[in-house]
């Protein structure tokens, strides 16, 4: 089975610190995504990665930057933390799919962050 | 801008009836639609995926219709059980895009 793992599933960090958020696949997927999700407002792309080292930007990356050394890891970082960046954060991955078009979506547990 | 609308919030239905979930959408033309059922506190989980020349999709109790004119998919559950319970999410992609956008959801509810 695909499995999509995320490094926390709960985090508790105060305003203005780096945060670290950690994805993992382990189905050799070439495209990686990260979301975040509240209520009433559903499911946001942040970033997404469709190869090593690259990266673009979705609908929300203000304040989020991501990194992808290795095709297992997507890594999302909030640089400075803020209280507007409580969330559900939720790792995605899947193969490139027919003509370019993004297949189904693998996604992880999710991280539940609060920032005091 | 894109506007991707499910019909309500929340659908109550009673056990053993079909459950029907609407997705309509404005300012886009996809090339394909999915579904996906989400659990409480859990990621979304896949179920289905629709591409813009199909006109319906099944498996097992599930159903999924996708109508390009209306610029609406429907997805339906039939002999709806308890464990159906759950928040559905709709979401579409465009050719060649590497980015879903996704409704934000219905919460189903099937009455013992």
């Known amino acids: 089975d695909v499995k999509v793992t995320q490094s926390s599933r709960y985090l508790v960090k105060r305003t ?4 670290f958020l950690e994805c993992v696949q382990d189905m050799d997927h070439e495209n990686m995504f990260w979301y975040r999700q509240d209520p009433g407002l559903g499911l946001r792309l942040i970033y997404f990665s469709y ?3 690259m990266k673009e930007k979705g609908d929300i990356p203000e304040g989020y930057s991501v990194s992808r050394e290795k095709k297992e890891r997507f890594s999302l970082i909030l640089e400075s933390a803020s209280t507007n960046q409580t ?17 189904e979506l693998f996604f992880g547990e999710g991280s539940r962050l609060t920032v005091l | 801008s894109q506007k991707i609308e ?16 609407t ?17 409480p506190g859990r ?5 289905l995926l629709i591409r813009e020349n199909e006109k319906e999709k099944r498996k ?6 996708f109508d390009t004119t209306l610029k609406q998919s429907l997805f339906h559950i039939t002999a709806s059980q308890p464990a159906d319970s759950a928040t559905y999410l709709c979401a579409l992609g465009g050719a060649g895009s590497y980015q879903l956008t996704f409704g934000k959801g219905t919460k189903l509810s099937v009455i013992p």
């Open chain 1, 16 to 19: 203005g610190e780096k945060v």
């Open chain 1, 51 to 53: 190869d090593v080292k």
């Open chain 1, 87 to 103: 969330s559900m954060y939720l790792c995605a991955s899947s193969f490139a799919g027919v003509r370019g078009n993004t297949g």
């Open chain 2, 6 to 21: 499910q019909n309500s919030e929340a659908l109550n239905i009673q056990e053993g009836k079909t459950a029907t979930l």
């Open chain 2, 23 to 39: 997705c309509n959408y404005t300012n886009y033309s996809p090339a394909y639609l999915q579904w996906y059922r989400q659990d």
């Open chain 2, 43 to 47: 990621g979304p989980v896949f179920l």
């Open chain 2, 60 to 65: 097992e109790r599930l159903k999924v219709t």
